[in-house]
């Protein structure tokens, strides 16, 4: 069976260069289907999530050029309006292009996405927002059909800001007539690089405290984009820095978009230092302990909280971890304490002991960011580590076993 298989107890050491981000990349490569020019985006990251995005874009008609790290897509004739199932159930991103397809050609049959390890994950606030906007949906148990003669403007309030419901709204609204206005959107770093793209595309967007407001374009153009690199990926390498007591720098990053990571380490008792692209760990010591709540961006974003529980377990004292974002995401606790862990998950709260050490097991990686998590505990634990469905963790890292033997680790992929 695929695995990766780590031995512990090694300093990591070095540089490591960060990619583009993920979770910018996928909405990116929806943004295309609004125009039949060509899209080029630049720092794309080579992620399994970005394969399946570009598969079920060209399902649809377009033409999906990809050289080294930069993807071009244009128009490869009429557009589909019904997208294959099997694209939308590998990765709800894939949702993303119902709205779009409804701008474009008036209606769309797209499957439902389904939940994952770390929650239901619902997408009412999605079609709730197509609603406001004129459409007319019919929700089947694994699809929607979704038609409208003309979509227009509308006011659309979230009661929580969801990045994708956002970002789905905001690519619908830039192609159809009158002014959106969404009201506590999503703030993601990703979302401010999306609505880049969108002004490039010739999309009327102003971004004000409260709200986006969105004044719809008859027709938008093709564009060129770099994708701003990917702040979960460099939060992942600084905190494999921290867990094994070393020295590691993340290159070509924004510093601004890790300022809670960045505060976290530091009250947990790590010295950081950073220039404009470069943020360099050094973990000089056990981690202090902590409390900490993930909580939309600024706040400590919730897809490091796995991996930060996994520093915590070789921490000092007692801490305690509150997950706000999504209902379920202590899955892979049972892993970390058949390791050695001691953490005790009440409701949406993981109380985590610290322990002198971690040991060596064979365990399943569940999703991205709980495998990152096997991953920091593998590296800092005695003995050897078998990371079961590395196929999870490729989702959302790419080449990750190279990046971490270059600094020291003693890694590898098995069969
Ligand atoms: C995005 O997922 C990210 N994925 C996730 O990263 C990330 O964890 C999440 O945002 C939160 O930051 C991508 O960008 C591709 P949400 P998304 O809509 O858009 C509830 C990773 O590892 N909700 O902000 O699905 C939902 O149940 C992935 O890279 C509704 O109730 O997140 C959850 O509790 C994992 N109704 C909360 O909002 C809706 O219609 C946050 O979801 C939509 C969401």
Do not use: W
Request: some cysteine.
């Amino acid at each position: 069976m695929d695995h990766l298989l780590i031995r512990g107890g090694r300093r990591l050491e070095g540089q490591v260069a960060i990619d583009g981000a993920k979770n910018a990349a996928l909405p990116m490569c929806v943004a295309p289907l609004l125009t039949d020019e060509p899209v080029r985006l630049h720092r794309i990251p080579h992620l399994r999530d970005v394969d399946t995005i570009l598969s079920t874009i060209s399902s649809l008609g377009k033409e999906v050029r990809h050289d080294g790290n930069t993807v071009e897509i244009s128009c490869g004739g009429a557009l589909k309006s019904e997208a294959e199932a099997r694209y939308v159930e590998q990765m709800r991103a894939s949702f993303l292009i119902l709205g779009p397809l409804v701008a474009r050609l008036g209606h769309a049959v797209v499957p439902l996405p389904g939940g994952c390890t770390i929650g239901r994950r619902p997408v009412d606030l999605h079609l709730e927002g197509l609603c406001a906007m004129g459409a007319r949906i019919e929700e089947f148990p694994d699809h929607v059909v979704v038609k409208a003669e003309q979509l227009h403007g509308a006011r659309i309030s979230f009661p929580y800001p969801s990045v994708g419901a956002t970002e789905h709204l905001l690519m619908t609204a830039a192609l159809i007539r009158g002014e959106t206005r969404i009201t506590n959107p999503s703030r993601e770093p990703e979302i401010g690089d999306l609505i880049n793209l969108l002004r490039k595309m010739g999309a009327h967007i102003v971004v004000g405290k409260m709200s986006i407001r969105i004044n719809g374009s008859e027709h938008l153009h093709g564009a060129e984009h770099t994708i701003i690199p990917d702040r979960l990926e460099a939060g992942t390498y600084l905190l494999a820095g921290a867990i094994t007591g070393g020295e590691v720098q993340v290159m070509g990053v924004e510093p601004g978009h890790l300022r809670s990571v960045i505060e976290v380490l530091r009250r947990v008792g790590m010295s950081i230092t950073e220039s404009s692209e470069t943020i360099r760990l050094l973990g000089e010591q056990r981690a202090e302990p902590g409390h900490v709540v993930t909580a939309p961006y600024p706040g400590f974003p919730t897809d490091l909280q796995p991996l930060l529980v996994a520093l915590l377990c070789l921490g000092r004292g007692e801490s305690l971890v509150e997950e706000r974002v999504f209902e379920s995401r202590f899955a892979y606790v049972h892993s970390l304490n058949c390791m050695g862990g001691r953490i005790r998950v009440i409701g949406r709260k993981a109380v985590v002991t610290g322990v002198n050490m971690l040991v060596g097991a064979k365990v399943p990686a569940l999703d991205i960011r709980a495998g990152g998590a096997l991953i920091l505990a593998g590296l800092a634990a005695e003995g050897e580590t078998v990371i079961y469905h590395p196929e999870h963790i490729d989702r959302g890292y790419a080449s990750i076993e190279e990046k971490l033997a270059l600094i020291g680790a003693q890694i590898e992929r098995g069969k």
